[in-house]
């Protein structure tokens, strides 16, 4: 679609294996600096859940040569913004700051990547926060524990079922020569790939990247998780009751492949076709024509190993849950026997054609695009690629992958009912 | 022995670009930011019309009728506007603000002309259709048990209500009873009477000029005829004389939310550029004392900060964090030093210059794409900011210094005229709260609790 940049860059690795991606892009004087470390809650062992995301805590507590949380001073001081992020596949590092302080950039994360400072007062200090963090985003939060029991229900396999913020007496447990052990397992050049996009000279950007980088051994030995999940042959259904839930909500998923594969391109697809937009299947028929549901999400989200194709939404008061799940059921299998209209494929594809264009909005877009197909597609090239992967989906694919996913005998049900507090 | 970091390489300026205006004959005006690095346009609509305008035993009427224009005109009915947005992958947005709603419509460059006609029907043919009205009513009811549940909803409702009791400023959220009163007239009377082309921009921001951005207002736009209503005046809200805990009883809590809030300065006043710089030495960011003392030093929180409210007539500098509930008579306590100390003895020169510096920065990212940039000044126009505000800005910031920051906070930064919301179990927190002085009761829908 030629509508659609073509985003340049250019890819190296450096002798101690880190993989450097970098992106021109001299619009605004901006660059976007991001580390992604192939680590995310799925490399835990049982006992140790947490320490993934309690790691991306501790890499803002200083290293040999920033102090503790200077890493963020500095990169205030420069004007810029920083945060980090874990998933069940990765951890992400990134800061976007005016271009001429990318040498900053540079040396803070070669310095943590290094040399991180693991004591036990840090490690105790960022314990206590994340068990804060768990309990404002989870448990004080409507459908917050919900929203972890899903995952625990749906996967057979440790790896992706148990939450990634971890579990308080795992938390509590855990101790520092863990914590050094974990670093030096996983958070080397190694087990990293680093991206810089923004106004910058590529040839003396790299130059810099092998000054600050290329002195740093890789000591990683990682240990890539069996992800693989036993097919499901019968529907699993719990019921959780939520003192803070306001109105029933209903979490569902139906196994499918992983991000990249035809499941993926289909079913994103698909979920555009029932959930994209107020002239959805499922918005005209629950919303709409019913005034059933209040909140409606639908589709894959991004992991490297087994998805589920996820629907999720709120119940309005007083209506039955099964007649919402049996009207889904009647489009989930319409949609099986006879495909979708070509006017709803036709409407996808622009709907992704447009993402894809809008994505290319930011330097910190693009290069968190760039770390995102490096990392989990193992494929950087997948970036100008895999646009082509959704348009090329016909509507006989999305009938047969509709026909194999959409088997109730696949699905896992979780229904949150709001508990009476008084 | 420690190395220290890297220097800086050669600044590179950054222009705020010029950006045309164009009115029209009905004094609707259009604004362009040229931009074709991507094949798109945004499109926003600003109008004078906001919370402020709904009634006073009706503070859901305001967002009905935005809610309702892209549920049927005397064009198109509600799915059949729905399918032109998802046909052409147009993204719609209508957001309601305080004193002002934007209308906004991002689409491919080579859809434009079908979103410039689809918008200037939403916003002059609108219908408020009887059905419609009911299902949104439904769900919206619906939505406020949803926001109930939430700590930070309440917490803002409750310091909405105590700083601008009777006044415009405390139409934040919405009560049940609210919906009970929407009626399609009441939606049609109150569009009548605001919604008009003077004193509203059209932003056109991409891939596209002014002659052809003129060219297709004209078009859709130039016959909507101005109805001759004015701004709506109202008072500058009273002030506060002292300190109030408030304590909101939300029973199980497991984690207290506090926000904690001073009155400051409406959003022209040229003060504001120190009042910005202090807030962002308390609590702008994950550098600010707040965040350091209540996060880094202590670990009560995940996350403290503080953040400004600024409307025409008035401001807020709001100060927040959710605590263990274990510490919240000191995490308050906290709060309340850090905010008089800055007042105290003036910031460390780095702690100022990083401050500015993160302002600075945030305002380069937002000049990113030509949607930001055309946000930007759609709001200095619609607030009457001079002409050179954006041009000035970097400058100005960077020139408050270390004295200006205390004087400001001396002035502003006053704990004994703050008013402060916890939200949290009673049983849990009442006794240590009582240290502050009287607390006042109330329950999640807003009703007084006997202390």
Same mark, same amino acid.
């Given at each position: 679609m030629s509508e659609v940049r073509t985003v340049e860059f250019e890819e190296h690795y450096l002798s101690n294996g880190l993989q450097v991606i970098l992106h021109a892009h001299g619009r605004t004087?901006?660059?976007?600096?991001?580390?992604?470390?192939?680590?995310?809650s799925s490399y835990e062992t049982p006992g140790r859940s947490g320490f993934a995301h309690l790691f991306e805590h501790m890499m803002?507590?200083?290293?040999?040569?920033?102090?503790?949380?200077?890493?963020?001073?500095?990169?205030?001081?420069?004007?810029?913004?920083?945060?980090?992020?874990?998933?069940?596949?990765?951890?992400?590092?990134?800061?976007?700051?005016?271009?001429?302080?990318?040498?900053?950039?540079?040396?803070?994360?070669?310095?943590?990547?290094?040399?991180?400072?693991?004591?036990?007062?840090?490690?105790?200090?960022?314990?206590?926060?994340?068990?804060?963090?768990?309990?404002?985003?989870?448990?004080?939060?409507?459908?917050?524990?919900?929203?972890?029991?899903?995952?625990?229900?749906?996967?057979?396999?440790?790896?992706?079922?148990?939450?990634?913020?971890?579990?308080?007496?795992?938390?509590?447990?855990?101790?520092?020569?863990?914590?050094?052990?974990?670093?030096?397992?996983?958070?080397?050049?190694?087990?990293?790939?680093?991206?810089?996009?923004?106004?910058?000279?590529?040839?003396?950007?790299?130059?810099?990247?092998?000054?600050?980088?290329?002195?740093?051994?890789?000591?990683?030995?990682?240990?890539?998780?069996?992800?693989?999940?036993?097919?499901?042959?019968?529907?699993?259904?719990?019921?959780?009751?939520?003192r803070l839930a306001p109105l029933p909500a209903v979490s569902m998923g139906y196994q499918m492949g992983h991000l990249g594969s035809d499941d993926y391109y289909v079913l994103s697809l698909v979920a555009l076709v029932v959930a994209g937009g107020d002239s959805s299947r499922f918005y005209r028929k629950l919303v709409y024509d019913q005034n059933w549901i209040t909140s409606l999400y639908a589709g894959p989200n991004q992991y490297r190993g087994p998805e589920l194709f996820r629907i999720t939404f709120q119940i309005q008061e007083k209506v039955d849950p099964e007649i919402i799940l049996a009207a889904i059921d009647e489009e989930l299998e319409d949609i099986a026997v006879k495909g979708v209209t070509d006017a709803e494929l036709e409407k996808a594809r622009n709907q992704i054609s447009s993402r894809f264009i809008s994505r290319m909005s930011t330097v910190s877009r693009i290069g968190e695009l760039l770390a995102h197909y490096a990392v989990l597609h193992d494929d950087v090239h997948m970036i100008n690629r895999e646009l082509d992967y959704f348009l090329a989906v016909t509507n006989e694919q999305i009938r047969s992958v509709a026909a194999r996913v959409f088997d109730k005998r696949r699905r896992t049900l979780l229904l949150t009912v709001p508990e009476a507090t008084q | 022995m420690k190395v220290t970091p890297p220097g800086p390489g050669k600044v590179k300026n950054i222009d705020y670009p010029e950006v045309p205006c164009q009115p029209l004959r009905?004094?609707?005006?259009?604004?362009?930011?040229?931009?074709?690095?991507?094949?798109?346009?945004?499109?926003?609509?600003?109008?004078?019309?906001?919370? !402020?305008? +709904?009634?006073?035993?009706?503070?859901?009427?305001? &967002?009905?009728? =935005?809610? @309702? %224009?892209?549920?049927?005109?005397? #064009?198109?009915?509600?799915?059949?506007?729905?399918?032109?947005?998802?046909?052409?992958?147009?993204?719609?947005?209508?957001?309601?603000?305080?004193?002002?709603? !934007?209308? +906004?419509?991002?689409?491919?460059?080579?859809?434009? &002309?079908?979103? =410039?006609? @689809? %918008?200037?029907?939403?916003?002059? #043919?609108?219908?408020?259709p009887e059905q419609e009205l009911e299902r949104t009513v439904t769900r919206w009811r619906s939505q406020l048990v949803s926001d109930r549940s939430d700590p930070g909803f309440l917490a803002n409702e409750r310091l909405f209500h105590a700083f601008y009791p009777d006044h415009p400023y405390r139409k934040v959220s919405v009560q049940p009873e609210h919906l009970d009163l929407c009626t399609r007239e009441k939606a049609q009377e109150l569009y009548l009477k605001w919604f008009s082309p003077q004193k509203s921009y059209l932003l056109f921001a991409g891939d596209i000029n002014l002659e052809e951005a003129t060219r297709l207002s004209e078009r859709y736009f130039e016959d909507w005829e101005a109805n001759g209503t004015g701004l709506l005046d109202f008072p500058?809200?009273?002030?506060?004389?002292?300190?109030?805990?408030?304590?909101?009883?939300?029973?199980?809590?497991?984690?207290?939310?506090?926000?904690?809030?001073?009155?400051?300065?409406?959003?022209?006043?040229?003060?504001?550029?120190?009042?910005?710089?202090?807030?962002?030495?308390?609590?702008?960011?994950?550098?600010?004392?707040?965040?350091?003392?209540?996060?880094?030093?202590?670990?009560?929180?995940?996350?403290?900060?503080?953040?400004?409210?600024?409307?025409?007539?008035?401001?807020?500098?709001?100060?927040g964090a959710s605590v263990r509930t274990d510490t919240t008579r000191e995490s308050l306590q906290e709060i309340f030093k850090e905010m008089e100390q800055l007042g105290e003895s003036p910031p460390e020169e780095e702690e100022l210059q990083r401050s500015k510096s993160e302002i600075i920065g945030a305002f380069i990212r937002q000049m990113e794409t030509p949607g930001s940039i055309g946000?930007?000044?759609?709001?200095?126009?619609?607030?009457?900011?001079?002409?050179?505000y954006y041009r000035r800005f970097i400058p100005r910031i960077r020139a408050v210094t270390a004295?200006?920051?205390k004087e400001t906070a001396q002035e502003f930064l006053r704990a004994s005229r703050s008013i402060a919301v916890v939200v949290a179990d009673r049983n849990s927190v009442e006794k240590d709260l009582q240290e502050f002085g009287t607390v006042e009761i109330y329950d999640t829908k807003g009703e007084p609790l006997s202390g």
């Open positions: 004087p901006l660059v976007h600096v991001s580390v992604h470390y192939r680590v995310g803002f507590q200083g290293s040999e040569n920033v102090g503790k949380a200077q890493h963020g001073l500095y990169i205030d001081q420069a004007g810029g913004r920083w945060n980090a992020s874990t998933s069940k596949d990765r951890t992400n590092y990134f800061e976007t700051l005016p271009s001429h302080y990318l040498d900053l950039a540079l040396w803070l994360e070669a310095d943590r990547m290094r040399s991180l400072a693991i004591t036990a007062e840090n490690f105790e200090n960022q314990r206590s926060t994340v068990i804060e963090e768990k309990k404002q985003s989870y448990d004080n939060r409507p459908y917050g524990l919900s929203y972890l029991r899903f995952d625990e229900l749906a996967y057979s396999n440790w790896a992706y079922a148990h939450p990634i913020i971890g579990s308080v007496e795992d938390l509590e447990n855990a101790r520092l020569e863990d914590a050094l052990e974990f670093h030096r397992r996983y958070y080397g050049p190694g087990n990293a790939a680093l991206v810089i996009s923004g106004d910058i000279d590529t040839k003396e950007t790299l130059e810099r990247v092998r000054q600050y980088f290329e002195d740093t051994p890789d000591r990683t030995s990682v240990n890539h998780p069996d992800l693989s999940e036993e097919d499901q042959t019968e529907e699993k259904r719990e019921i959780l009751k939520d | 009905n004094d609707l005006k259009v604004l362009v930011v040229e931009d074709s690095y991507l094949p798109q346009v945004a499109l926003k609509l600003i109008l004078p019309f906001g919370r !402020i305008h +709904s009634p006073h035993d009706n503070f859901a009427l305001s &967002e009905l009728v =935005v809610a @309702l %224009l892209k549920e049927g005109t005397t #064009n198109r009915g509600s799915r059949e506007i729905a399918e032109v947005i998802d046909q052409w992958a147009m993204e719609y947005d209508a957001d309601v603000y305080m004193e002002k709603t !934007i209308l +906004s419509l991002k689409v491919l460059r080579r859809h434009l &002309e079908r979103a =410039v006609e @689809l %918008l200037s029907d939403l916003v002059r #043919n609108p219908v408020f500058q809200p009273d002030a506060v004389r002292s300190r109030r805990i408030l304590l909101i009883h939300r029973p199980h809590s497991v984690q207290t939310r506090l926000l904690v809030g001073l009155r400051i300065l409406p959003r022209t006043d040229p003060r504001m550029i120190p009042v910005r710089v202090t807030n962002q030495v308390l609590g702008g960011g994950g550098s600010s004392r707040l965040f350091m003392n209540l996060r880094e030093d202590k670990g009560y929180t995940y996350g403290a900060y503080s953040y400004l409210k600024t409307y025409s007539k008035d401001g807020l500098l709001l100060a946000s930007m000044e759609l709001v200095r126009r619609f607030l009457g900011f001079p002409e050179d004295e200006q920051v």
